[in-house]
């Protein structure tokens, strides 16, 4: 079979543009009456400017409809937790950035421990660690611990860290971890060089790669995302995340996937963003993707604000942070590391959780349970005991 | 005299109704709770990945009571048999119960159930106490096996879950309707309460309805409407249906000449 980056290669960039730009009419609308069925061919008309221009309520109400359908009327909730501000990565978007003159922190065990009941007093059950890229400071032994303590305090743990290679992968799995979120942050090569210019992050190709050592590793869930800021051509970009994903689908079959849609927002650093994705284009990226993939999870950070949010809940998100702290020890610890962004809406869980259900929406905290996967050696039957789960007379009890 | 509100019985126990309720994708625990009083179901299923402890803010297990309703854990995301053994077990701790709905999907996208592993681990359940209705294909040669294997009851798949598609897999259900000495229970794919209907006036002994229930605009009208599907279809089936035919027989046109 072809590897994505074959794939990738063989796929011309502007021979792409092109499609999107001159989509007709009939093209949108066919996609739109097969509910996006067409594929690939269907996503480069529902990414169309003439899409965005005279369809986006058509696609709108469809991508409601297939949410509904696939999702019902539920919100999953998750929490980052930044486990470290050091990166030896010079990335011209980034307040993690190696060259920024912040103060550098990496939480030990016992903070780790005070984020996550600090966490844990605000329901979450799901949680994302995060770090720069530092594989002296946090590397894989580091990362291993952290999923080891998490797991016995969270039902579901996932993270977002530096690209790995597929043996490390297998060890933090079996370790209990659930998904690893790998943004490429741009699929245009030149762009992509311009805004990381030191460190391993400049390795194109070792990221793009990431997703299939992560499949081939078994991974239960696997997030995909561009930048939105970084490249001036995003439609094209977010085409490319589109083929991505259809790759890795098919490919391996038994892992779920996420898209997030990401835009720069302000922090410590240098650049402001090549090209102002606006919210108009955002909304027409959601129903896109939901119209051409209907079981994607969709995700919806903090760095949005809180009006808009509520007005894109609908259009297909499944799952949003709520109250997050992009700071290591920022919920418990310390509030004088830096930031690797500025979130736009600062509501607390409990807003989040009380805005949700107004909208009609179940807010969800656990829909997984890390005895799931990951833990076969316990399957002995015998005793539960000594599972951080122990359910008793109908309830269950957490040592977290 | 025909008995029309004959109980649905599976392992020993009866029901009085046969419908089951899917407990996912409700917008509350307060709808779901009353969708599920007036939808008349006495048996309701909960993801034991979705359990959390009492008293949690998205609890499921508060708005059930297990007085009217039986919880009937299941083991949706589980990707093959050992993982399906091991939270059958944990459920088995959990709830006090040894009931199982058996689902076994390795694929997140279309959730179609393995029949190979679901096979091995209602085997291995069953041995070990379980009353397991695993879920699975309208194929009559593996609800056979099932039965084998000592499933306790059968559901197979009306279509794809969530999709409201319908008994597309009707011609299939109709043999495993006629072989099976469980009860058949058909699961997945229902969307509307004529479906759930038509399922019962084939002989089905109950259905699962989850998705067309919790995504309706009224959930609680809905889940009363497929309560009273379900016992319409029913009646009808034990009252006997009439045959189809494709057009009148008001004469007799070849044997006429014998009268």
């Given at each position: 079979m072809v590897s994505f980056k074959q794939k990738f290669e063989s796929t011309n960039w502007s021979t792409i543009s092109e499609k999107i730009l001159t989509a007709e009419h009939r093209n949108i609308e066919l996609a739109l009456s097969r509910s996006g069925s067409g594929g690939l061919d269907d996503f480069v008309a529902l990414l169309s400017p003439l899409a965005g221009k005279e369809y986006l309520e058509e696609m709108a109400q469809l991508a409601h409809r297939l949410t509904i359908q696939r999702f019902g009327k539920v919100i999953r909730l998750f929490a980052p937790m930044y486990l470290s501000n050091e990166c030896n990565n010079i990335c011209d978007y980034c307040g993690f950035s190696m060259g920024n003159q912040i103060p550098r922190k990496t939480l030990s065990l016992a903070e780790i421990l005070r984020e996550s009941s600090a966490l844990k007093k605000n329901n979450f059950e799901h949680v994302l660690l995060v770090t720069g890229e530092s594989s002296t400071k946090v590397g894989v032994d580091y990362l291993l611990e952290a999923i080891k303590t998490l797991n016995d305090c969270f039902a579901n743990v996932s993270m977002e860290v530096q690209p790995l290679s597929e043996h490390d992968y297998c060890k933090l799995i079996n370790a209990g971890l659930h998904a690893v979120l790998v943004y490429?942050?741009?699929?245009d090569k030149v762009s992509y060089s311009k805004h990381h210019k030191?460190?391993?992050?400049?390795n194109f190709d070792w990221r793009l790669d990431t997703p299939d050592r992560l499949g081939r590793s078994g991974i239960n869930k696997i997030g995909l995302g561009c930048l939105y800021g970084l490249t001036e051509d995003w439609r094209t970009d977010s085409y490319f995340a589109a083929m991505h994903l259809d790759y890795l689908e098919k490919r391996y079959w038994k892992t779920s996937y996420s898209m997030s849609f990401p835009r720069i927002r302000p922090y410590e650093g240098e650049i402001d963003p090549i090209v102002d994705l606006k919210d108009r284009d955002l909304v027409q990226l959601l129903c896109a993707f939901r119209i051409f993939n209907h079981e994607l999870e969709l995700s919806l950070s903090t760095r949005e604000c809180p009006e808009l949010r509520e007005q894109l809940l609908p259009l297909g998100i499944t799952t949003m942070s709520a109250g997050s702290k992009t700071n290591p020890g920022g919920y418990s610890v310390t509030e004088d590391s830096l930031e690797q962004f500025t979130i736009s809406d600062e509501r607390n869980p409990k807003e989040i959780s009380r805005m949700l259900s107004e909208k009609g929406y179940e807010p969800v905290w656990k829909d997984w349970d890390s005895s799931y996967h990951g833990k076969k050696d316990n399957l002995t039957g015998v005793s539960f005991s000594t599972n951080k789960k122990v359910l008793k007379s109908n309830s269950i009890s957490s040592v977290c | 005299m025909n008995d029309y509100f004959k109980q649905l019985e599976i392992a020993g126990e009866k029901f009085n109704s046969r419908l089951f309720v899917g407990t996912g994708k409700f917008e509350s625990g307060e709808i779901l709770k009353k969708s599920v009083k007036k939808s008349g179901s006495q048996m309701v299923t909960v993801a034991m990945k979705r359990a959390n402890p009492k008293g949690a803010e998205d609890s499921i297990l508060d708005f059930l009571d297990p007085k009217i309703v039986k919880i009937l854990p299941n083991t949706s995301g589980v990707r093959d048999a050992k993982e399906a053994v091991f939270v059958a077990k944990m459920a088995r701790e959990a709830l006090?119960?040894?009931w199982l709905k058996l689902e076994i999907h390795p694929d997140p996208k279309y959730l179609m159930p393995d029949p190979i592993e679901t096979l091995e681990a209602t085997l291995e359940l069953a041995k070990d106490g379980f009353v397991v209705l695993p879920y699975c294909h309208a194929d009559p040669v593996l609800c056979k096996k099932l039965e084998d294997a000592g499933a306790a009851a059968v559901m197979p798949l009306g279509s794809p879950i969530g999709s409201n598609q319908g008994l597309e897999s009707r011609e299939f259900l109709r043999i495993i309707i006629e072989q099976a000495s469980v009860p058949v229970v058909v699961d997945?794919?229902?969307?509307?309460p004529s479906q759930a209907a038509e399922a019962m006036e084939m002989g089905a002994s109950a259905v699962l309805v989850n998705t067309a229930i919790a995504v309706s605009a009224d959930p609680i009208a809905m889940g009363e409407a497929f309560g009273k599907a379900v016992e319409a279809g029913s009646m009808a089936r034990i009252a006997g249906l009439g045959a189809v035919r494709s057009n009148a027989h008001a004469t007799s046109p070849l044997t006429s000449f014998l009268s």
């Open positions: 490429q942050e741009t699929y030191k460190g391993k992050k400049t | 006090g119960t040894n997945a794919g229902i969307g509307t």
